[in-house]
């Protein structure tokens, strides 16, 4: 077991309201998520040391700290790779408070992108320097496609089929109808719906995808000592990982042995080595999901059932309300909103204190997990 | 948002010699001068024998087909009038973990040249079938790889 070992606890967390577009700023939905997860914890804004987000938050560490009120701090990091970094930023911060470097630490994220103009694949220059400039060119544009090929690849190798893959965004949004915070709250979505769904980058059609949202969550995170002064039932951080696969790279993964592995790989073993769990004691799973099949990646590459048999374990329900392992309770990103998958992690820890609109009966771990297809991260919480 | 076709930069001397390559239709990669290793995309180091000693290696462009993506809108405004287009990946003979990019066209004169290239019937892509690389050059600096099913080779 590692040293981590649920010495820190989630205490607290709060989310703006979720929408295509909200009028506050960036920073205005951060400060009011963080003022209310501190709320939510009962902890004063002015003990908070320690601070971590994404390198891709707009608003910096010390624009939050003042506004909010903060005092001195003395930890700050952020975590770079966008999807893969929500769970490696509470890992960040747990770490600091596990040594004793820091006290009371906030994880945030604030994003602005339910415009069309606001996404990042439409930001690309004339002219490219990065790892991209041997894909964009000649049209492989955006994440979906990147995604894509990896999806097409994997229905070759295991013969998943599209109505097999369509049970990842079908059981989340029947999740989603469940709670009225998620954007597609009351929107049922049925099988031939997805079928008939206009395409975005064939084999994925429009419910394979996320949504882009507005929206801000943020987390408290303190000692497992001082969790107990809290207002809420503590969430312990039992494992947490970051990992980067062998001769990796970022969304166009496709120079190596195995461009299908991802990053999930190098996370769950290291995840799964510092735990007294193993994947079968999971029974509620929050599972990155900018695209529905990295649900299906993230469910083998972490030993929730074998590779190459996620289109069989998912059918049939297995990932809905009462199915066997329900997965991204909130509805997710598919179905909730896109917050870079913090929204899952809220939706973890509420599994873990039994306020989900979706509860699992007696759930008392509950993994998370950052994105697939980027240098990523995961957690185990438990209750 | 741009409306002309995202290009690489091509000076950088990092990859500046495939480049060149390309211009003149060849698909070349690096190669460990001490080791022998292939590698793609550019680095300065060989990960096997941590070597800096690059060359640089041509490649017969001939491969197989290991995926592929057809893509449709919302696109960049230079890529929404071909679309819905597709986009491959290739799984080189001389090295199949150094897979790269592009779109699989028609063959022989009749399908044009260059950017005026048709697209294949999209039930001709088949994982496993066997691609061409070529080259179509898109700007004064720049050529970018094509793939033709190896039947389509004039």
Redesign the interface.
């Known amino acids: 077991m590692g040293s981590l070992s649920d010495s820190t606890a989630i205490v607290g967390l709060a989310e703006s309201e979720y929408a295509r577009s909200l009028g506050a700023s960036e920073l205005e939905l951060s400060c009011r998520v963080v003022r209310d997860a501190l709320a939510d914890a009962g902890v004063d804004p002015r003990e908070v040391d320690a601070l971590a987000s994404f390198t891709m938050e707009g608003p910096a560490d010390f624009e939050l700290a003042r506004a909010v009120g903060m005092g001195e701090l003395n930890f700050f990091s952020q975590v770079a790779h966008g999807g893969g970094a929500a769970c490696g930023a509470v890992a960040q911060v747990a770490m600091a408070i596990s040594c004793g470097m820091a006290q009371v630490g906030v994880v945030w994220r604030s994003r602005k992108r339910g415009a069309?103009?606001s996404r990042v694949w439409?930001?690309?220059?004339?002219?490219?320097?990065d790892?991209w400039?041997?894909?964009?060119?000649?049209?492989?544009?955006?994440p979906v496609?990147e995604v894509?090929?990896?999806a097409?690849?994997y229905m070759?190798e295991y013969g998943l089929k599209r109505e097999q893959l369509a049970e990842v965004a079908l059981a989340q949004r029947e999740h989603a109808n469940l709670n009225p915070r998620a954007a597609m709250y009351e929107k049922p979505l049925d099988l031939a719906t997805y079928l008939d769904a206009?395409?975005?980058?064939?084999?994925?059609c429009l419910y394979d995808n996320c949504l882009e949202s507005d929206g801000a969550v943020a987390v408290v995170i303190v000692s497992a000592e001082r969790a107990r002064d809290c207002r809420t039932r503590p969430v312990f951080i039992h494992s947490a990982s970051q990992g980067m696969g062998e001769?990796y790279?970022v969304m166009?993964n496709?120079?190596?042995?195995d461009?299908l592995a991802g990053c999930s790989g190098a996370t769950a073993r290291n995840l799964w080595r510092q735990a007294d769990a193993v994947p079968a004691d999971v029974k509620v799973a929050q599972l990155y999901d900018a695209f529905s099949p990295l649900v299906l990646l993230s469910l083998e590459t972490y030993g929730l059932c074998p590779v190459g048999e996620a289109g069989g374990f998912v059918e049939g329900g297995t990932l809905g309300p009462g199915g066997s392992l329900p997965v991204n309770t909130s509805g997710g990103s598919l179905s909730e909103a896109y917050v870079h998958g913090m929204n899952l992690l809220n939706e973890g820890v509420r599994q873990m204190r039994g306020s989900s609109t979706s509860q699992v009966e007696d759930a008392d771990l509950c993994l998370v997990t950052s994105a697939h297809v980027v240098p990523s991260s995961a957690l185990l919480l438990r209750n | 948002?741009?409306d002309?076709?995202?290009?690489?930069?091509t000076d950088?001397p990092a990859d500046a010699p495939m480049w060149e390559a390309a211009l003149r239709g060849e698909l070349v990669v690096q190669a460990c001068v001490d080791c022998g290793r292939l590698r793609?995309?550019p680095r300065p180091m060989c990960?096997d024998c941590q070597s800096l000693d690059t060359g640089w290696q041509k490649l017969s462009g001939r491969g197989k087909l290991?995926?592929?993506?057809?893509?449709?809108p919302?696109?960049?405004p230079a890529?929404e009038k071909?679309a819905?287009?597709n986009?491959a990946?290739i799984q080189l003979d001389e090295a199949p973990?150094?897979?790269?990019?592009?779109?699989v066209v028609r063959g022989g004169a009749a399908s044009g040249s260059g950017e005026a290239r048709e697209p294949v019937d999209p039930s001709l892509l088949v994982?496993g079938a066997r691609l061409q690389v070529v080259f179509e050059k898109?700007a004064d600096d720049?050529a970018?790889?094509l793939f033709l099913l190896e039947d389509d080779v004039a």
């Open positions: 069309k103009s439409a930001q690309v220059n004339d002219r490219i320097s790892q400039k041997y894909s964009r060119p000649v049209g492989l544009l955006r496609d894509a090929l990896m097409r690849r070759h206009r395409w975005i980058s064939e084999p994925l001769q790279q166009t496709f120079h190596c042995d461009p | 948002m741009i002309e076709r995202p290009l690489p930069v950088d793609f995309p990960p290991w995926s592929y993506c057809v893509a449709h919302p696109l960049l890529f071909d819905p287009y986009v990946v973990t150094l897979r790269i990019f592009g779109r994982i898109v720049v970018l790889p």
